[in-house]
């Protein structure tokens, strides 16, 4: 019998931030990370980006709503 589920292939960690330039300093200069992409709806909106460190991928929001306490993942 087929499955009609898909088979979970990679999870992205969902970090809260609270600060744009120290999130960068830290991801992007200090651990060596690459920024990948970064989204707002608007210009004073909160912001949501991705960083990468070889194959490993993290995402950023400064989304109150999209991580609460601990963290979540987004899955391809």
């Given at each position: 019998?087929?499955?009609t589920?898909?088979?979970l292939?990679?999870?992205?960690?969902?970090?809260?931030?609270?600060d744009?330039?120290?999130?960068?300093e830290?991801?992007?200069?200090?651990?060596?990370?690459?920024?990948d992409?970064?989204?707002?709806?608007?210009?004073?909106?909160?912001?949501?980006?991705?960083?990468?460190?070889?194959?490993?991928?993290?995402?950023?929001?400064?989304?109150?709503?999209?991580?609460?306490?601990?963290?979540?993942?987004?899955?391809?």
């Amino acid at each position: 019998m087929q499955s009609t589920y898909s088979i979970l292939k990679q999870s992205i960690p969902i970090f809260r931030i609270f600060d744009e330039e120290k999130a960068k300093e830290f991801y992007i200069s200090y651990l060596d990370f690459s920024l990948d992409w970064e989204h707002r709806y608007e210009e004073y909106f909160p912001l949501y980006m991705q960083v990468s460190s070889g194959d490993f991928m993290l995402h950023l929001s400064e989304h109150h709503e999209t991580v609460l306490q601990g963290q979540q993942f987004a899955s391809k």
